[in-house]
């Protein structure tokens, strides 16, 4: 019920809106600390009304940062390629769920994210404490859960709009907190986060 909320409030915004919200949420995420002093980050490419993704992506690319994207694997969980620009992105339809914009180059493998210093998250809402809503298909849980496994320890940073910065979202016993979120008009931290 709350997923379908939030989705509702993304997609009354316009076309305009969420260019508009891109480039202010870029500047945002690229004045964060962690990501000035990041190698490799984890990331993915904005869908629909999504905080817009692709303008961050290439001002990485363009401080020589490596940029991993995920690809859908059949059980949900994701693999990794590397970003080289938006060209070579591929829009890949997965079943009954929306097409995703996917590297085109070689996979790396699901272990490959927990190489990067920070993980760019997708998210429906966090809340206070940095607990993340996503989309409930599970595919960052497991990457959380693979990170963890590994004693990888890269900041976890949410990509939202305002709005979606609430008191509460339900959690699960497996949910982690992230870090921080970016959103157009500025970065919270959590200091509860691991």
Known sequence: MLRREF????????????????TALAGRALALP??????????YVSVGSEPGTLALLDALRARGVRVLLPALLPDNDLDWGAYTGAGALARVQHGGKMALFEPAGERLGPDAVTGADVVLLPGLAVDARGMRLGRGGGSYDRVLARLERAGAHPALVVLLYDSEV????PEEAHDQPVHAVVTPSGVRRFHGAA
């Open 34 to 43: 962690e990501l000035g002093r990041a190698r490799t980050v984890a990331a």
């Open 7 to 22: 989705l509702a409030v993304r997609n009354r915004l316009t076309a305009d809106d969420v260019r508009e919200h891109a």
């Open 166 to 169: 609430v008191e509460h979202v």
